[in-house]
């Protein structure tokens, strides 16, 4: 059938509404082509986009936790957890780094569901012996100029974290200094670190309740399986 | 050699997008990104300039099939347009300018609620020929970056003392050193102009002033 025919045929038809069926075919064609279009680009930039979201993560992991500290590909080794102490409902990736099959790092990346404007993703990374290698903050929609100095484009505070552990300081010091603790709050701004001083001191809390479980291998997750 | 006449209506269109219908100023269209992200002179720039490419491509297209659409739905369609450019745009700079888009990520879902695209689609792109409809586009854009930065730049030195801080962000390194502080150093910064009423505020005034500087020029 080609397009002449069709074309008569369609003439031919007796309709009530023939200009609202046409305006609804047209609009019908013009859906189909434009979501067409996001979906075949989508498909086009799909792995790339993928590729570069994962290279951006391992950025950011390296910057806290460096090459030499472990040797397995730690993107790979993964285990998903989910804690209320890790800030969500759902379960968030934990990324393992092993030097010589030991544990030696844990990259966690906790949610600060209490910031200014809502949840606050970080990334955490932890050594096997419980000191914090580091934090960042992954996003943030805290308001600008006010609440993202946590971001360490804008300024060092995140770089604080490096070298504390649960102890040090004592679980009493883990607070902005508002709250009698030893962290900076910002002008303006204390209800922003106040959520990532608590999501960084919880995530330390579940590191040492569950260490095991943290560096448990695929293998050893099935030992354990009832 | 293009003749006067030829030139003469794209002259028009110009001066209309950037002064006379100024989208922001006089159509008061798209005020939710304006107000959302004007907080800084480099991220009015950034969604400035998303925007100006969403328009000038939306337009074309909307004027290449504007015939052939019945009228009853082509509102409908403008949006379905709008959306897939949006979302197109969005995908491919992702891809392939990922820098550009971690910087302008946030503002490209707000382009879509920016009426000021589907303002234009049914107020221009739709009655003219393409090339005039890519122009209106490009105008009405510009027009719309160029007050988005003036409020952005107003802001960003009442609330911190300084502007383009982080131009690093849209023009790469090269530009760290471009931020300038023009307020004493021991200014505290105005917190309130950064805060959304600051935003108001602010394009109160910039109102304000282009409707004095109208008023001067017709006495």
């Known amino acids: 059938m080609n397009w002449q025919t069709l074309h008569t045929y369609w003439q031919k038809l007796d309709l009530p509404n023939r200009p609202i069926l046409a305006a609804c075919i047209i609009l019908g064609m013009f859906t189909l082509a434009g979501t067409g279009s996001v979906g075949v680009v989508h498909f086009l930039t799909e792995n790339r986009i993928a590729h570069i979201e994962r290279e951006t993560l391992m950025e950011a992991i390296t910057t806290l936790a460096p090459p030499h500290l472990f040797d397995n590909d730690l993107l790979a080794d993964v285990v998903w957890i989910k804690s209320p102490l890790l800030g969500s409902d759902s379960a968030q990736p934990v990324y393992r780094g092993r030097l010589g099959g030991q544990p030696a790092i844990a990259v966690f990346s906790p949610v600060a569901p209490d910031g200014y404007n809502g949840a606050i993703r970080l990334l955490v990374a932890i050594h096997a012996d419980g000191r914090l290698a580091g934090v960042r903050v992954l996003a943030h929609k805290e308001t600008p100029g006010l609440g993202d100095p946590i971001d360490s484009s804008r300024s060092d505070w995140i770089k604080q974290f490096a070298g504390l552990s649960l102890d040090h300081p004592a679980a009493s010091r883990w607070r902005v200094r508002k709250d009698g603790g030893d962290f900076d709050q910002f002008t303006g701004a204390t209800i922003t670190p106040r959520a990532v001083v608590k999501a960084v001191h919880q995530t330390l809390q579940y590191f040492a309740e569950e260490r095991s479980r943290v560096f448990m291998t695929a293998q050893s997750q099935e030992d354990n399986q009832p | ?219």
């Open chain 2, 1 to 219: 050699m293009i003749s006067r006449e030829t030139l003469a209506p794209y002259i028009k269109i110009a001066c209309d997008g950037l002064w006379h219908n100024n989208q922001a100023l006089v159509a008061l269209l798209g005020l939710c990104p304006l107000l959302a992200v004007s907080n800084t002179a480099i991220n009015s720039l950034g969604l400035g300039l998303a925007t100006t490419v969403t328009l000038v491509i939306s337009n074309g297209l909307v004027s290449v099939i504007r015939e052939h659409i019945p009228s009853e739905v082509r509102l409908p369609i403008f949006v379905l347009v709008i959306a897939s450019i949006v979302t197109v745009i969005e995908l491919l700079m992702n891809a392939y300018f990922h820098g550009l888009f971690t910087v302008l990520g946030i503002f490209i879902p707000l382009i879509v609620t920016n009426c000021a695209i589907i303002g234009r689609a049914e107020a221009f792109a739709s009655r003219h020929p393409p090339a005039r409809a890519i122009a209106d586009g490009l105008f009405m854009g510009l027009g719309f970056t160029l007050a988005l930065v003036v409020l952005g730049s107003l802001r960003e030195i009442i609330g911190t003392g300084s502007v383009l801080s982080h131009a690093e962000l849209l023009f790469g390194d090269g530009a760290r050193t471009w931020q300038m502080t023009l307020m004493p150093e021991d200014y505290q910064g105005f917190l309130l102009a950064i805060l959304p009423p600051g935003a108001f505020i602010g394009l109160g005034l910039i109102i304000a002033l282009k409707n004095l500087v109208d008023g001067w020029q017709k006495s």
